[in-house]
């Protein structure tokens, strides 16, 4: 999905480019910062003590614990 979100967005900014709206010379610095925001915001990772806290509390099941640790790998 992460990596959907990003081509989707890649996408955007070539069509843009193509229109010279954006300049790949001038703008790529923005583009950058705007995906690694986006990575932090909206693609946040969990942490191992994080994921073992939910399984302790009950609010997740041990397989989403096990797909989430995997995750981290």
Do not use: H, Q
Request: hydrophobic share 60%; aromatic share 16%.
């Amino acid at each position: 999905m992460k990596f959907v979100i990003s081509f989707v967005f890649l996408a955007i900014f070539f069509w843009l480019a193509n229109f010279r709206i954006l300049l790949w010379s001038r703008d790529w610095p923005l583009i950058l910062i705007f995906l690694g925001l986006m990575n932090i915001m909206v693609f946040p990772r969990y942490s191992k003590k994080k994921v073992i806290e939910d399984l302790e509390k009950g609010k997740i099941t041990p397989d989403e614990a096990l797909r989430r640790l995997e995750r981290l790998i």
